[in-house]
Nanobody, 128 residues
Framework: QVQLVESGGGLVQTGDSLRLSCAASGRTFSTHAMGWFRQTPGNEREFVAAINWNGGTTSYVDSVKGRFTISRDNVKNTVYLQMNSLKPEDTAVYYC?????????????????????WGQGTQVTVSS
């Protein structure tokens, strides 16, 4: 049974920092690209950040560039999202995702349909 479990969300103030973690179990994702997405009520789930299999390539949505950093520890089978200078606009449920299908499951993608495993989400709320 493959599982991705997010943690680290919470209620913070504008300008604060949080680090989200995504712990994978059931299989090793050391050769798979991983991503973070977020969703607010009434809106589509949107891309936030992605990282390729060895961490050598990353991608971010424009609104978080310079503030968020995605990283991974393949020994721990875990991916992280460091979020600095948080804004109220960052308030959302954050989801971890993993690619699995051939070809190119090791490469980053911003598209929801190219991810195959999803976590349950963790709530991030940023107050003014």
């Amino acid at each position: 049974q493959v599982q991705l479990v997010e943690s680290g969300g919470g209620l913070v103030q504008t300008g604060d920092s949080l680090r989200l973690s995504c712990a994978a179990s059931g299989r090793t994702f050391s050769t798979h690209a991983m991503g973070w997405f977020r969703q607010t009520p009434g809106n589509e789930r949107e891309f936030v950040a992605a990282i390729n299999w060895n961490g050598g390539t990353t991608s971010y949505v424009d609104s978080v560039k310079g503030r968020f950093t995605i990283s991974r520890d393949n020994v721990k089978n875990t991916v992280y999202l460091q979020m600095n200078s948080l804004k109220p606009e960052d308030t959302a449920v954050y989801y971890c995702a993993a690619r699995a299908r051939d070809p190119a499951y090791y490469s980053i993608s911003e598209f929801l349909y190219e991810y195959d495993y999803w976590g349950q989400g963790t709530q991030v709320t940023v107050s003014s």
